[in-house]
């Protein structure tokens, strides 16, 4: 069976809500096809103690401001679940759950959008599926015999309690799963260039504003105004702060290999490891796409903003600073997502997306 709408919007995390919203405020006929039974995208997955680097009135999708957190500190993982499901239903997104797209090829003027259960027809698509489902592990020589886990394993310090445990990674992953495990395993963090903190006031809506300003720089051709990347890589929120001033995050360079029983450096320095936790990022996860013979650089397939510069009918929202300025975030992928829609209106109302 094909069913035909105007626009398929493949993932339905926090990208593809902030699609549904301006395509229905754009009067497009629509539908959002999830890969999960739940709503929430990668946030259902998040080890135990996640919480946002900014309070909830700077992680808000478009139209409706994520509601406060009742409890301490900034946003749990589980209060933005709420807040994307309840999302969901009070814009009344037309998501199929358990819907994994499998394909997207090319018919004519349309796109042919393929799941196990049907086909879709579509005069556009926008994929907005994130990067959770594609952890990056460095290959390391050596053999090493204990547990290997990435970011997407880990939930809980408990299950590490008195093990030799090395965290891998200088990124914002790294830092929190480093001070989650300092108090309860021996812990070894190794980062490839030394831990950059940004200054303690930055937070998630700062970062926002950063890149919107270098954007709007570069696009009236003024000077750059510099990325976040010059400020720092981790932002300090409580529990790594609270790490790293209590003298808990010590971090020690790069190894060069993992043998059987851990890892060694350079200078033949070695220690003991039960456990490796890989914090070394995510690429984005665009294997449905594949039939479309996309150019890709690093993982990446070239863009102008959102839209795909091989396929104008194809938007990527969401994945990175790459697709639109913080638009891998909460706060930042309403902006990104009107754009995109009104790229796509204005393409449809002048008539089509032929390549
Ligand atoms: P996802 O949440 O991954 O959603 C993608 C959806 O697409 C999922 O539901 C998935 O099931 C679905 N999908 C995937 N493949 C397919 C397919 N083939 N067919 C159909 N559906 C598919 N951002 C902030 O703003 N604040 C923070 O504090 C913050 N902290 C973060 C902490 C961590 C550890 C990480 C990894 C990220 C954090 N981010 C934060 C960044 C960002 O907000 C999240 O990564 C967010 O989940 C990205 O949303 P998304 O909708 O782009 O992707």
């Known amino acids: 069976m094909t069913a035909a709408v105007r626009v398929v919007v493949i993932g339905g995390g926090q990208a593809g809500l902030a699609a549904g919203y301006h395509l229905r405020r754009a009067g497009l006929d629509f539908v959002i096809l999830d890969a999960q039974a739940q709503p929430g995208g990668a946030w259902i997955h998040g080890w135990d103690s996640l919480r946002l680097f900014s309070p909830a009135q700077h992680s808000s999708l478009p139209g409706w401001p994520m509601p406060p957190y009742p409890g301490p500190g900034y946003p749990t993982a589980e209060h933005v679940v709420e807040y994307l499901a309840a999302y969901e239903k009070r814009y009344e997104l037309p998501i199929r759950r358990s819907e994994p797209v499998t394909d997207v090829c090319r018919d004519g003027g349309r796109f042919t ?4 259960t049907g086909e879709w027809s579509a005069e556009a698509v926008i994929s907005a599926t994130g990067t959770w489902w594609r952890p990056f592990l460095p290959l390391m020589p050596g053999g ?13 310090p408990e299950d590490f309690a008195g093990q030799d445990v090395v965290v891998v990674g200088g990124g914002n992953s790294g830092a929190q799963i480093a001070a989650d495990l300092a108090g309860t395993a021996n812990l070894t963090w190794v980062t490839r260039r030394p831990p950059r903190y940004l200054p303690g006031h930055i937070d998630g809506k700062a970062l926002f504003d950063v890149a919107t300003r270098r954007r709007r720089a570069l696009e009236t051709g003024q000077a750059d105004t510099g990325g976040v990347g010059g400020l720092g890589d981790i932002v300090a ?5 609270e790490a790293r001033d209590a003298g808990l995050l010590r971090p020690r360079p790069m ?8 890892p060694v450096w350079t200078d033949g320095t070695r220690r ?10 995510f690429r984005p996860a665009l294997s449905h796409l594949a039939s479309l013979r996309l150019r890709t650089t690093r993982g990446r397939i070239p863009t102008e903003g959102t839209r795909v510069v091989a396929e104008p009918g194809l938007h990527l929202l969401g994945y990175g600073d790459w697709t639109g ?9 309403g902006m990104t997502a009107r754009a995109a829609v009104a790229d796509i209106k204005a393409m449809l109302e002048t008539g089509g997306s032929q390549a």
Do not use: K, M
């Open 325 to 333: 300025p913080a638009s891998a975030t909460l706060i930042g992928v």
């Open 144 to 156: 090493f015999t204990g547990r290997q886990l990435h970011t997407v394993d880990y939930r809980d």
């Open 272 to 281: 003991h490891a039960d456990a490796v936790v890989w914090c070394t990022g």
């Open 255 to 262: 190894f060069t290999r993992l043998d059987s029983e851990g």
């Open 113 to 116: 959008v393929s799941t196990d």
């Open 237 to 241: 929120v409580p529990t790594v702060r």
